[in-house]
């Protein structure tokens, strides 16, 4: 299966030395696989920003009301053009190499690992899932999971006590 979107990096700083073009799109594949290909038939484009933890703590705070930095944020493109046809692009995430290279690390994680799953979360995002009730967070969470598992990667919500 070929990605059904194509992917516009506003900056590699960082992640490009983890994972390669190819890799993400396969990502957006799994997605599709598991979500069906009818959820994203109507995009054609995704726009990533590898953005440092000054400007997504900027961002965090202007559109989230958290004065934080946080590893990823989503934000879906929604209107349309002036000719009322339905915008191609599925929208834009922002991405944060620290935190996520922190996060990995204090975790245990491996970073190619954490960078896939903060990727699906946020295109799941900008498909319209949520996680803001515990059925919401269920249905996510299973969601990324099993999105996971068919890419090789383990439970990322696992929390090994030993």
């Known amino acids: 299966m070929t990605c059904p979107i194509n992917i516009f990096f506003e900056e590699k700083k960082g992640l490009n030395k983890i994972v390669s073009e190819d890799v993400y799109e396969s990502w957006i594949s799994a997605i599709a696989q598991e979500q069906g290909m009818k959820r994203l038939n109507d995009y054609k484009s995704l726009s990533v920003g590898i953005v440092d933890k000054e400007t997504i703590q900027s961002l965090n705070k202007t559109y989230r009301g958290k004065d934080k930095p946080t590893n990823v944020l989503a934000f879906p493109v929604t209107q349309e053009d002036p000719w009322g046809n339905k915008n191609i692009s599925l929208g834009d995430l922002a991405i944060c190499p620290e935190v996520l290279f922190i996060e990995a690390k204090e ?45 090789g990667i383990d439970d990322p919500y696992q929390i090994d006590l030993i």
């Open 107 to 151: 975790q245990s994680k491996e970073v190619e690992a954490h960078l896939a799953h903060l990727f699906i979360h946020g295109l799941l995002h900008l498909l319209g899932l949520d996680h803001e009730t515990k059925r919401e967070i269920k249905e996510m969470e299973e969601l990324e999971i099993k999105i996971l598992s068919k890419l």
